[in-house]
C-alpha cells in the first residue's frame, strides 16, 4: 500500500479565488518539514493540485535540494491567472523530472455533468495543458473530492491511466482509482506523522467503504 499526500497552496494565500480556498494552504516552513518526513520514508508520493505559483516559487526548490519527485495537477482555466503556473512554468517543472496531469478546468464537482462540461472537464482541459506543457496528460485529479460512477467512467473511455481522488486512505499500488491525503492549514507535523506511520485505522476503512460509495452513486 502506498500513502499519497495532495498539497494545493504553500505559503500565505493573498487572494481567496473561491470560498474556503485559504484553508488548503500550508505554512512554507511547516511544508519544508514535512517533505523532510517524506524523504525518509518509503511508498509515499507528493502530488500538487490547482497550479498555484508557489509550486514552482517554493515547492519545486524543496523537493529538487531533497532529491523527490512530484506530480503537479494545474487547472486548465487558470493558465492565464498571474496567481497561476504558466505555460513556462509547466515546462520548468518538466525539465526538472516532474510529472504534469490535470484538474479539470474550472475547479468545479464531478457530478451529475453535463455533456458539455464533461468535455470541458475532461478532454477540452487535456488538451490545454498539454499543449501548454508540450507532453501528453495521462493522469488527472478529481477536484473537491466529488465524482460519481458516471464521470469514472467518462475518465476511462477518455484513456486517463490514473485518476487521483482525496479519499484520504492507503492505496493499493498501480491502482487506477487512487487516493490521496489532503493536507491543509489544520495540519501540524504530528498529522502528518500519523498518516505516515499509521494509516489503517477506523477512520481509514470508513473512508474506503465512503470511497466505494462514491463509485457505485
Known amino acids: 500500500m502506498n500513502v499519497h499526500l495532495c498539497f494545493h497552496g504553500i505559503g500565505t494565500c493573498t487572494r481567496e479565488r473561491e470560498p474556503g480556498e485559504a484553508g488548503y494552504w500550508v505554512d512554507r516552513d511547516l511544508f519544508l518539514r514535512i517533505v523532510d518526513q ?21 515547492v519545486l526548490p524543496a523537493l529538487q535540494e531533497r532529491g ?6 494545474p487547472l486548465a482555466g487558470r493558465l492565464e ?11 520548468q517543472l518538466r525539465n526538472a523530472g516532474m510529472t504534469i496531469g490535470s484538474h479539470g478546468w474550472d475547479h468545479v464537482p464531478w457530478r451529475r455533468l453535463s455533456p458539455a462540461d ?5 478532454v477540452d482541459s487535456r488538451n490545454a495543458l498539454e499543449e501548454a506543457a508540450g507532453a501528453p496528460i495521462t493522469t488527472v485529479a478529481v477536484p473537491l473530492g ?12 477518455e484513456g486517463y491511466r490514473t485518476v487521483f481522488s482525496s479519499d484520504r486512505h492507503p492505496a493499493r499500488e498501480r491502482a487506477w482509482l487512487s487516493a490521496r491525503y489532503s493536507v491543509g492549514a489544520g495540519d501540524d507535523l504530528g498529522s502528518v506523522r500519523r498518516i505516515l506511520t499509521n494509516h489503517a485505522g477506523a477512520r481509514e476503512m470508513r473512508n474506503v467503504i465512503s470511497s466505494s460509495v462514491k463509485r457505485m452513486r
Open 38 to 58: 517524506v524523504a525518509e520514508h518509503h511508498g509515499v508520493t507528493l502530488s500538487f493540485d490547482d497550479g498555484n505559483r508557489s509550486d514552482v516559487d517554493v
Open 81 to 91: 491567472d498571474p496567481l497561476s503556473l504558466a505555460a513556462d512554468d509547466l515546462h
Open 118 to 122: 464533461t468535455r470541458r472537464e475532461f
Open 146 to 157: 466529488q465524482y460519481d460512477r458516471r464521470a469514472l467512467k467518462c475518465l476511462r473511455q
Open 68 to 73: 523527490l519527485t512530484a506530480t503537479f495537477f
